[in-house]
């Protein structure tokens, strides 16, 4: 009687626990160590506030522009897998900003609504843009809180809080994306271009100064090296400019982007949420993005982010140990997906430490301005204004960090 009587204690314990605790569900989650590779398995939904759907006290999954969360007993399987992936995410993505970072943000957010498979493009006056704008693919979108303006039409008035938008995968031929950059010819040849250029441009003067002073040295006449100036000049720039349409070669025949099943995006995508405290969401720049890069890999705790999981992402990963010297090309909007300002911040976590270089980075963004900033000059100077706060020896840490920048070509 004694044992069945705690046998049935036993059982309700655990049965409360379970609840308490709430359901499992299937996601996505890469292998510990240095290993990307993915791997499939049942992870607890947290902090639900529905019985029956991925409703929660900090993220609602909803499909496309609905307003009713995901069901659990969703029929597409696709569909609430992507679900259940997004919201354990989330919740570990929001854990780490709120327990570890202590982003007062964070933890202030309102409830977000999350929505999946939805190919419309933003608009800041009516939320969403028609059915039949071009519709958007293969990416994810962080949406400012909003509102319609006074003058819309009563039955298209609608008010909406910060949300994060996963589009719909679709495959697109490789050869359709070129001219877009960056692959890697084109990130050398930038990289190799002003070398180039001034060493040709020295050569060149120190030929005019032989002509003016001493002609008789002079090994051919001044108008074959103005050639040869000019020549190299516009050479180096019709290489540079092909080389973009050489995207094709480095990609596989086909790219896809199921941006709802990887990790590292719906850490990078909450991230901007969290920054835009200071960093407006609506500017996708080199140092925008790569702040929200930065934080996903600290997530991740991978060395490469964002890479390919097989029947939903082909692109090639980010490394956050790219060697890779400044180009002025770092500089442009084209360039916001690549990883060369990920890899400039993450060498300041390995000078400073773990600890100390995240507490510099999040920090960082307190002196950007989201429109203006660049990598080379606002970047920077934020980063050394963050270490007179953060740095337990500023002085000191400070020239460690000029050496560190001065490694990567600044």
Not at 227 to 236: D, E, F, P, Q, S
Not at 242 to 265: G, H, R, V, W
């Amino acid at each position: 009687m004694k044992n069945k009587f705690i046998m049935a204690l036993a059982l309700l314990v655990s049965g409360a626990a379970l609840a308490e605790n709430g359901p499992q569900f299937t996601v996505l989650v890469r292998r510990d160590g240095r290993s990307t590779k993915p791997y499939y398995t049942k992870m607890e939904m947290p902090d639900l506030e529905s019985n029956n759907s991925f409703d929660g006290k900090y993220f609602k999954i909803v499909k496309s522009k609905g307003k009713e969360a995901v069901s659990f007993d969703e029929k597409d399987e696709k569909l609430l897998l992507k679900a259940a992936n997004v919201y354990y995410h989330l919740n570990k993505a929001r854990q780490y900003w709120v327990d570890q970072v202590k982003s007062e943000h964070a933890a202030s957010l309102p409830k977000i609504t999350i929505r999946l498979e939805i190919f419309n493009q933003f608009d800041e006056l009516g939320h969403f843009a028609n059915d039949n704008r071009a519709p958007q693919y293969n990416n994810a979108l962080s949406v400012p809180a909003g509102e319609t303006p006074s003058w819309v039409p009563a039955e298209k008035q609608d008010k909406w809080e910060k949300e994060i938008w996963f589009r719909p995968m679709k495959s697109i031929p490789a050869k359709d994306l070129a001219p877009s950059g960056p692959n890697p010819l084109t990130t050398s040849l930038n990289a190799l271009e002003r070398p180039l250029i001034n060493y040709t441009a020295n050569s060149f003067n120190q030929t005019l100064m032989e002509h003016m002073f001493y002609p008789t040295y002079a090994a051919r006449p001044l108008h074959e090296d103005v050639l040869r100036l000019v020549g190299t000049i516009a050479m180096t720039k019709a290489i540079i400019y092909a080389s973009k349409y050489a995207d094709p070669l480095f990609m596989d025949k086909y790219y896809y982007l199921e941006t709802a099943m990887i990790p590292e995006i719906v850490y990078h995508e909450y991230s901007h949420l969290v920054l835009s405290d200071h960093l407006q969401m609506s500017h996708s720049t080199p140092v925008n993005e790569g702040m929200a890069d930065y934080f996903a890999a600290v997530m991740s705790d991978k060395r490469k982010v964002y890479a390919k999981v097989k029947g939903y992402s082909n692109s090639a990963p980010k490394d956050t140990q790219n060697k890779r010297p400044y180009s002025h090309w770092d500089e442009s909007n084209r360039a916001a997906t690549a990883d060369f300002t990920l890899s400039v911040l993450w060498d300041v976590r390995e000078t400073l430490g773990e600890e100390i270089g995240d507490k510099v980075v999040y920090a960082a963004r307190t002196f950007l301005k989201t429109e203006t900033a660049t990598v080379s000059d606002s970047l920077l100077r934020s980063i050394l204004k963050a270490c007179d706060l953060k740095c337990e020896s500023p002085r000191k840490d400070k020239l460690k960090l000029y050496e560190t920048f001065s490694k990567k070509g600044f």
